[in-house]
Structure formats: C-alpha cells, structure tokens
C-alpha cells in the first residue's frame, strides 16, 4: 500500500515538472512573439518616414508614389486623423483617400528639404494588434531662401498583423502641437593670433548662403 502511495506520489511529482516546463516554454515563446512584432513595428515607423521624406523632398530616381506608400504600409481600411489646430479636425479613410493626403502633403512641401523625426515611442502589443503613442518633430528647410521651418507634434498609431504576416497601419492619429520659422545662419571661426600664439576662437554668424 505504501508502495503504491509513493509511486503515485513520485507520478504527480513529476508531471507537475512538466506542466511546469510546458508552461515556462508557453510564456518564452510568448515573449519571443512580442519582441519580434516590436521590432516589425519599429522597423515600419522607420520605413514610414524614410519614404514620406523621400516623397516630400520629390527625390528623384527613388520617389515613391502616393498610393504605393498607402499599399506598402497601410491596411485597406486604415484612417488618418489630422488634428492642425484647436478646431481642425480631417479624417481620410482607406488607401485612396491616404493617398490623396499624401498628394497635397507633397504638394504642399513642393520640393523643400523634409526631414521627420519620432523620439520616445511607448509599444503595446496585443496578440496581433498593437497601439504606440511617439513624438513628432519635422524640420524642413525651402530652397533658394534663409526659411527653416519645425512642426512639433505627436503621432497616436494602431496596427495590425495582416493576413499575410505584416504589420502594417491601421490607424494614424497626428497632433500638431506649435510650429514656428527661423532664419537660417551659419557660424565662422576666427582664431586671431598675438606675436605667433594663438587666442581662443570667437563664433560669429554670417548669413548662411543656403
């Protein structure tokens, strides 16, 4: 009897390690999960502003077209939410409409030279869905003028794991939070000398001849 006791004791033992095991494997995996859709999303903002600047700044011999952009990065359904001001409020849905956003984008950029940025992203995934909340910063310089031009703004993003295995858009929300103009000005080091030894260099701005 006690013999039996023990082994029945020892079988539970030792399907608890496994179930154990079983579950340790489940959360490992499960993690794995997360930090490869992390990196797919991050990888995707990434892709987003390369190719949006690319567009913008009408990048000859590798400028994407609207719709291209809409198709590559976003699902068929996605929205743009565009908050400009305190009452301004734009909604584009689907990836014609995106791309009509992106056409008056461009041409409202006509050429300039189009930098953005995204600094302080927070992740959330879900299974294959997933949110990020990051700040915005677009700095863009026009040609032929002393006019540079930032936007500081913030990007509110929803994504999804589509059938295909790609994360791509499905909901951009964007807040323009202040903007402003400055001109442009360089900066020249004069490094005078007395008898032959040099004196500490003076920073003077000219008129930068961009």
């Known amino acids: 009897m006690f013999r039996l006791l023990g082994m029945l004791s020892a079988v539970i033992f030792i399907a608890s390690l496994l179930n154990g095991c079983s579950h340790d494997e489940a959360k490992h995996k499960a ?16 892709d987003y ?19 291209s952009i809409a198709d590559l990065l976003f699902t068929e359904d996605a929205e743009w939410i565009l908050h ?12 014609e409409g995106l791309a ?3 056409k008056t984008f461009k041409n409202s950029f006509n050429g300039s030279y189009v930098k953005h940025f995204t ?20 700095l863009w310089s026009i040609p032929n003028t002393d006019k540079n031009h930032w936007v500081i703004g913030s990007y509110k993003n929803e994504f999804r794991k589509t059938s295909d295995g790609v994360w791509r ?31 500490p260099c003076i920073e003077r701005p000219v008129k930068s001849p961009l």
């Open 31 to 46: 993690v794995i999960e997360d930090m490869e859709a992390y990196r797919s999303i991050m990888d995707l903002q990434t």
């Open 49 to 67: 502003l390369l190719l949006i600047d690319r567009l913008f700044m009408h990048s000859k011999g590798m400028r994407p077209s609207e719709i």
């Open 84 to 95: 400009a001001g305190a009452n301004e409020r734009r909604v584009f849905s689907g990836r």
């Open 100 to 102: 009509e956003l992106f």
């Open 119 to 138: 600094t302080n992203p927070k992740i959330e995934i879900s299974g294959d869905t997933a949110t990020s909340k990051e700040t915005l910063l677009i």
């Open 169 to 199: 858009f499905e909901s951009k929300t964007t807040r323009i939070e202040n903007k402003s103009i400055w001109d442009s000005v360089a900066y020249k080091l004069e490094c005078p000398t007395v008898d032959g030894k040099p004196l």
